[in-house]
């Protein structure tokens, strides 16, 4: 039987994805995320299938979960590999609490009780059949290969073609007929430099601050670049590449610490040895610190560097230290993930000098730095891997702003070796 593919969300934008893929009366949702920009946006579902499968736990791939688990759902399974049924707790956990909405107080419970963890590479027949493979993304992450024999779809997911410090890099060379791909780091221009020379810029940005007497801030995901960072910093410090300071991590980051630690039999085997073999426990760092007053002022003014949420500075504790720290030159505010146009990050980043916070404008007076420390792959990143794949004939580009999805298109399109659609949210297509 051949495949349908509806997408819900996520096509044309970076945000609430969701993907339901179905054979006959068969069908699987492939996340369901919301978008956070200026207003909350959801997914275009017509209604929720009996079997979703969640890539991993940030809120793009995941927090429409509480939408559809506000009610008992029997009939339901959810499929998502162990960190990930972890970490999304959190996560939607700390959604909840900054949503407009009203969530029944069993969300939890209704989720959980229809959760199921799966393997990476173990084949599940829910009516149709697909396994998940490492996305190289995150702790956990995963692609989506939905079996068919008519031809295999392939859902990449968020990807990334690098070695982190936590994870492997994304298993390619998978066989799939049809390939749906994330863009968001798709332009023709984004090519990330070597991670060495990144690394050192990282290293650089942050003496000359220290050096000055100022502070770093970080505005980060809960979960992802964080923590990949706070390892770096551990190590650069230990072994005296940035003089050692304390690092104060705030709002959920330390408890997706926790969560990493916890399930560190999924992270690369450097990193288990690490923790195995040596007695200076990358997790327990000396120089990581959290805040014990409520009003901070203990991180305020004792820490060097701050690792704090939210990601793309909409609200949380990051404006609180934004709000200390902006008014001076010594001071960095340093970007690590990907900051959403529309949101006060992106406007930072983009140049501004001038924010509202809490109805309060702000000058920013620190110096702005980025540094590419990326969960996704770049555009050559994504091209090799979109070739890796084996018997590909058809590419669907999505999860990407649509002057990258257009770009990646183009180079994909160079070689004449596959079809490339752009899909709109609300599309469908019969494969
Ligand atoms: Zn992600
Ligand atoms: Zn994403």
């Given at each position: 039987m051949f495949l349908k593919i509806a997408f819900w969300g996520?096509?044309?934008?970076?945000?609430?994805?969701?993907?339901?893929?179905?054979?006959?009366?068969?069908?699987?949702?492939?996340?369901?995320?919301?978008?956070?920009?200026?207003?909350?946006?959801?997914?275009?579902?017509?209604?929720?299938?009996?079997?979703?499968?969640?890539?991993?736990?940030?809120?793009?791939?995941?927090?429409?979960?509480?939408?559809?688990?506000?009610?008992?759902?029997?009939?339901?399974?959810?499929?998502?590999?162990?960190?990930?049924?972890?970490?999304?707790q959190l996560m939607i956990a700390d959604y909840m609490r900054v949503s407009r909405n009203e969530f029944g107080p069993r969300v939890f419970n209704n989720m959980l009780t229809r959760c199921r963890a799966v393997e990476y590479r173990q084949v599940v027949d829910c009516g149709m059949k697909f396994s998940l493979h490492n996305s190289g993304h995150l702790l956990g992450s995963a692609s989506v290969l939905v079996h068919n024999p008519a031809g295999n779809l392939l859902y990449t997911s968020d990807l990334s073609t690098r070695t982190s410090r936590i994870v492997e890099p994304v298993e390619s060379g998978l066989s799939a007929k049809t390939a749906i791909v994330e863009s968001t780091y798709?332009?023709?221009?984004?090519?990330?430099?070597?991670?060495?020379?990144?690394?050192?810029?990282?290293r650089r940005i942050i003496n000359n601050t220290l050096k000055k007497d100022g502070k770093v801030l970080v505005p980060a995901f809960a979960v992802g670049r964080a923590q990949e960072l706070i390892l770096m910093l551990d190590a650069y410090m230990k072994g005296g590449l940035i003089e050692p300071a304390p690092i104060y991590i705030d709002g959920m980051i330390k408890k997706a610490l926790h969560l990493f630690r916890h399930n560190v039999i999924y992270a690369r085997q450097e990193l288990q040895r690490s923790i195995l073999m040596s007695d200076s426990d990358p997790f327990k760092s000396r120089y990581v610190f959290i805040p014990e007053r409520k009003d901070r002022s203990d991180a305020i003014e004792e820490g060097s560097i701050i690792i704090t949420t939210s990601g793309m500075m909409k609200g949380g504790p990051v404006m609180t230290y934004f709000n200390e720290m902006a008014g001076e030159r010594k001071n960095t505010l340093l970007f690590v993930g990907y900051q959403a146009p529309g949101t006060p990050g992106r406007m930072i980043l983009d140049g501004a000098r001038k924010v509202r916070v809490h109805g309060k404008e702000i000058e920013v007076k620190m110096k702005v730095e980025a540094v590419q420390i990326s969960g996704h792959a770049d555009h050559p990143g994504l091209l090799h891997y979109i070739n890796s794949i084996k018997g590909l004939e058809t590419v669907y580009i999505v999860h990407g702003e649509e002057r990258k999805r257009k770009e990646l298109k183009k180079s994909l399109e160079e070689n004449e070796r596959y079809e490339v659609i752009l899909p709109k949210n609300g599309e469908k297509f019969e494969l």
């Open positions: 996520g096509a044309n934008e970076v945000g609430r994805s969701c993907i339901e893929v179905s054979e006959g009366r068969k069908s699987l949702l492939m996340d369901c995320g919301v978008k956070i920009g200026r207003e909350e946006e959801y997914p275009l579902l017509e209604k929720i299938p009996r079997n979703i499968v969640i890539t991993h736990s940030h809120l793009d791939h995941a927090a429409y979960l509480p939408h559809i688990f506000a009610k008992p759902r029997p009939h339901t399974t959810l499929y998502m590999t162990k960190p990930t049924r972890d970490l999304i798709g332009g023709k221009g984004d090519v990330m430099p070597p991670i060495k020379e990144e690394m050192e810029r990282l």
